[in-house]
């Protein structure tokens, strides 16, 4: 399957992706970062998956219930058509995927084939059945329940069912997760009782609408905007708030490449972007949660804050690779856990401080406990702003002065000194005021190359960036500075092909890695922002109707895109690329959205 040939299905607290034909290929228990039990996706088949579809050759045409997470897929054969309808149960104690089929037309020949794997894709478990319609996998500390109204056989340690489904039956199944040194609180589904199944289904449907219901922007791209809402909604770990960057790993940036990498963790970086996505479209209380995520994940000293962190606030999610799976498309290695979070990059401080200035102006409360760890961060930019990073793209390569990073700098100095002069808070402005000029001039005399006409990847360098577009966005210079216009007028020609942005040209080894990349959607999104500041509406919507064609048929983004190839590339679905989306389209609307605000700030 292609990468945009999955949908999403979850609770708030993991995810599953389910394929077109039917197939359920990566799915972790019980939470976002756990283990897979299903890694087909970045395997093969005996690394786990669960497949549910017509036997014979069938078409396809799926879509969400409107506003929820709860996804139809209509089959259609030459004998008749059935409806596979899947999702996670919201409010059970332990994680459930539910599967419904149901009869439209005619008849159809059903097959069900389970391989359970646990740690990803390592581990057979021991299956024992518990009566005639339920088995239980046991493996170490994981256990799974697997209960279906069809009736299943063992074979070649995989969980096998064909059955014909006529006009008007319905069949259900569901596979529950649970600690295996415990009773599960529901032990089996009540697959007999349809009274029960309804009542799961209406609370699913009625925790998604009734989350949607305080969307409040009522634009022209509405759909796309709610839809990926919730998407970011699916995304977010409901006991602490975190939002991880997508629910899986090692999705490939480059088919058959080495640039796999683990997003199931939550990033500083992207803590602006969600802020005003959710602030600027009516979910105030997802916003405050987001913040106060933040807030207990950075606590301690600043030297020591990570660029990204786990669900729970975790500093540590030491990265390691699984030699046993062949990776999507043979792109190895897959690994787990994220070695970017012992980076140095220096840019998180001014995102951070940014936030948490958005969250006072937004009336979210000043929060002043953390205004002490604010003014330590502060305090320790001014003193570090000088040291090479490893940037915003997170490059494996030597460290340098990335312009971004300084302008991150300036935004941290910057929103100090504005936090002082609107709340009045207490800090040393008069000194913050001074350090920040001083990076102000380093960025204008280092950052900006006169010979190329633009603002470049690092002090000194000829290679573009598209990161350097944020610099109007930040309020860093206006849109229409001449140095702003001729940056922008380069990274279209240089970095841009087909309507699409690079990050920059790998080219140039700076990351250190081998191989090439797709385009990033962020990056294209905060150019129709860039334009929005301009006064170039019709160029920026144009822009974002071209972008607006890349969503799968159920509204879902990837992290990069090939245009030659016409396919989604990395993680799956990306957070930012879903947030990046909502920003542009409130900016559009005309209405002062991220881009304003923040350029203003």
């Given at each position: 399957?292609?990468?945009?040939?999955?949908?999403?299905?979850g609770d708030?607290?993991?995810?599953?992706?389910?394929?077109?034909?039917?197939?359920?290929?990566?799915?972790?228990?019980?939470?976002?970062?756990?283990?897979?039990?299903?890694?087909?996706?970045?395997?093969?088949?005996?690394?786990?998956?669960?497949?549910?579809?017509?036997?014979?050759?069938?078409?396809?045409?799926?879509?969400?219930?409107?506003?929820?997470l709860?996804?139809?897929?209509?089959?259609?054969?030459?004998?008749?058509?059935?409806?596979?309808?899947?999702?996670?149960?919201?409010?059970?104690?332990?994680?459930?995927?539910?599967?419904?089929?149901e009869?439209?037309?005619?008849?159809?020949?059903?097959?069900?084939?389970?391989?359970?794997r646990?740690?990803?894709?390592?581990?057979?478990?021991?299956v024992?059945?518990?009566?005639?319609n339920?088995?239980?996998?046991?493996?170490?500390?994981?256990?799974?329940?697997?209960?279906?109204?069809?009736?299943?056989?063992?074979?070649?340690?995989?969980?096998k069912?064909?059955?014909?489904?006529?006009?008007g039956?319905t069949?259900i199944?569901?596979?529950?997760?649970?600690?295996?040194?415990?009773?599960?609180?529901?032990?089996?589904?009540?697959?007999?009782?349809?009274?029960?199944?309804?009542?799961?289904?209406?609370?699913?449907?009625?925790?998604?609408?009734?989350?949607?219901?305080?969307?409040?922007?009522?634009?022209?791209?509405?759909?796309?905007?709610?839809?990926?809402l919730?998407?970011?909604?699916?995304l977010?770990?409901?006991?602490?708030?975190g939002?991880?960057?997508a629910?899986?790993?090692?999705?490939?940036?480059?088919?058959?490449?080495?640039?796999n990498?683990?997003?199931?963790y939550c990033?500083?970086?992207?803590?602006t972007?969600?802020?005003?996505?959710f602030?600027?479209?009516?979910?105030?209380?997802?916003?405050?949660?987001?913040?106060r995520?933040?807030?207990?994940?950075?606590?301690?000293?600043?030297?020591?804050?990570?660029?990204?962190?786990?669900?729970?606030?975790?500093?540590?999610?030491?990265?390691?690779e699984l030699?046993?799976?062949?990776?999507y498309?043979?792109?190895?290695?897959v690994r787990?856990?994220?070695?970017?979070?012992?980076?140095?990059?220096?840019?998180?401080?001014?995102?951070?401080?940014?936030?948490?200035?958005?969250?006072?102006?937004s009336?979210?409360?000043?929060?002043?406990?953390?205004?002490?760890?604010?003014?330590?961060?502060?305090?320790?930019?001014?003193?570090?702003?000088?040291?090479?990073?490893?940037?915003?793209?997170?490059?494996?390569?030597?460290?340098?002065?990335?312009?971004?990073?300084?302008?991150?700098?300036?935004?941290?100095?910057?929103?100090g000194?504005?936090?002082?002069?609107?709340?009045?808070?207490?800090?040393?402005?008069?000194r913050?005021?001074?350090?920040?000029?001083?990076?102000?001039?380093?960025?204008?005399?280092?950052?900006?190359?006169?010979?190329?006409?633009?603002?470049?990847?690092?002090?000194?360098?000829?290679?573009?960036?598209?990161?350097?577009?944020?610099?109007?966005?930040?309020?860093?210079?206006?849109?229409?500075?001449?140095?702003?216009?001729?940056?922008?007028?380069?990274?279209?020609?240089?970095?841009?092909?087909?309507?699409?942005?690079?990050?920059?040209?790998?080219?140039?080894?700076?990351?250190?890695?081998?191989?090439?990349?797709?385009?990033?959607?962020?990056?294209?999104?905060?150019?129709?922002?860039?334009?929005v500041?301009?006064?170039?509406?019709?160029?920026?919507?144009?822009?974002?109707?071209?972008l607006?064609?890349l969503?799968?048929?159920?509204?879902?983004?990837?992290?990069?895109?090939?245009?030659?190839?016409?396919?989604?590339?990395?993680?799956?679905?990306?957070?930012?690329?879903?947030?990046?989306?909502?920003?542009?389209?409130?900016?559009?609307?005309?209405?002062?959205?991220?881009?304003?605000?923040?350029?203003?700030?």
């Amino acid at each position: 399957m292609r990468i945009e040939d999955y949908a999403l299905i979850g609770d708030c607290n993991t995810a599953a992706l389910v394929s077109r034909d039917g197939s359920i290929d990566w799915l972790c228990f019980p939470a976002f970062d756990s283990r897979a039990c299903f890694a087909k996706l970045v395997g093969h088949e005996d690394n786990g998956f669960w497949r549910l579809a017509p036997s014979t050759s069938f078409k396809v045409d799926r879509a969400y219930e409107e506003d929820t997470l709860i996804l139809t897929t209509d089959y259609s054969t030459s004998s008749g058509s059935v409806r596979v309808t899947d999702f996670m149960d919201v409010e059970s104690a332990d994680p459930r995927v539910i599967r419904k089929i149901e009869g439209v037309e005619g008849e159809v020949s059903m097959a069900s084939e389970l391989v359970l794997r646990f740690d990803y894709g390592s581990i057979v478990p021991w299956v024992t059945r518990q009566d005639e319609n339920t088995l239980m996998a046991v493996a170490g500390p994981d256990a799974v329940l697997f209960s279906s109204s069809f009736p299943t056989r063992g074979e070649n340690l995989r969980t096998k069912s064909e059955f014909v489904v006529r006009d008007g039956e319905t069949h259900i199944a569901t596979l529950t997760y649970y600690e295996s040194h415990r009773t599960p609180d529901q032990p089996k589904f009540e697959l007999a009782k349809p009274a029960a199944f309804s009542q799961v289904v209406q609370t699913t449907e009625a925790f998604w609408r009734s989350w949607i219901k305080s969307c409040s922007y009522e634009g022209p791209y509405a759909n796309v905007v709610r839809r990926s809402l919730l998407t970011l909604k699916a995304l977010t770990f409901r006991p602490t708030g975190g939002i991880v960057a997508a629910p899986t790993s090692s999705l490939p940036e480059e088919l058959g490449g080495e640039r796999n990498w683990d997003y199931r963790y939550c990033w500083l970086r992207d803590a602006t972007f969600t802020l005003y996505s959710f602030l600027t479209t009516g979910f105030t209380s997802e916003a405050d949660q987001w913040r106060r995520w933040l807030v207990r994940a950075v606590a301690g000293t600043p030297s020591q804050v990570n660029i990204l962190y786990g669900l729970r606030g975790e500093r540590r999610v030491p990265e390691a690779e699984l030699p046993w799976l062949d990776g999507y498309e043979s792109s190895k290695p897959v690994r787990t856990g994220n070695a970017a979070y012992s980076q140095r990059q220096l840019d998180i401080f001014g995102e951070l401080l940014d936030t948490l200035q958005l969250a006072r102006t937004s009336g979210l409360g000043n929060f002043e406990a953390a205004w002490d760890l604010q003014r330590e961060m502060i305090e320790f930019v001014a003193a570090t702003w000088r040291e090479p990073d490893h940037g915003i793209w997170e490059i494996r390569g030597d460290k340098q002065h990335f312009t971004h990073s300084k302008a991150m700098a300036w935004v941290a100095m910057d929103r100090g000194v504005k936090a002082v002069e609107r709340f009045k808070l207490d800090g040393d402005v008069d000194r913050w005021r001074t350090v920040r000029d001083e990076i102000r001039r380093e960025i204008l005399e280092h950052g900006y190359n006169t010979e190329v006409g633009a603002f470049t990847q690092y002090f000194g360098s000829k290679d573009l960036d598209a990161s350097v577009i944020q610099l109007a966005v930040l309020g860093f210079l206006p849109a229409n500075d001449p140095r702003m216009q001729s940056t922008i007028q380069n990274i279209e020609s240089e970095l841009m092909e087909n309507g699409l942005l690079k990050r920059y040209r790998t080219e140039n080894k700076v990351d250190g890695l081998k191989g090439s990349e797709g385009r990033f959607l962020a990056c294209t999104f905060w150019l129709v922002d860039y334009h929005v500041l301009a006064g170039n509406y019709e160029k920026a919507k144009r822009l974002f109707e071209q972008l607006l064609a890349l969503p799968n048929d159920v509204g879902l983004l990837s992290e990069e895109y090939d245009p030659q190839l016409r396919r989604q590339l990395g993680n799956f679905p990306q957070a930012l690329s879903h947030i990046a989306l909502i920003n542009s389209a409130v900016n559009l609307s005309r209405q002062k959205g991220s881009a304003h605000h923040r350029s203003e700030s």
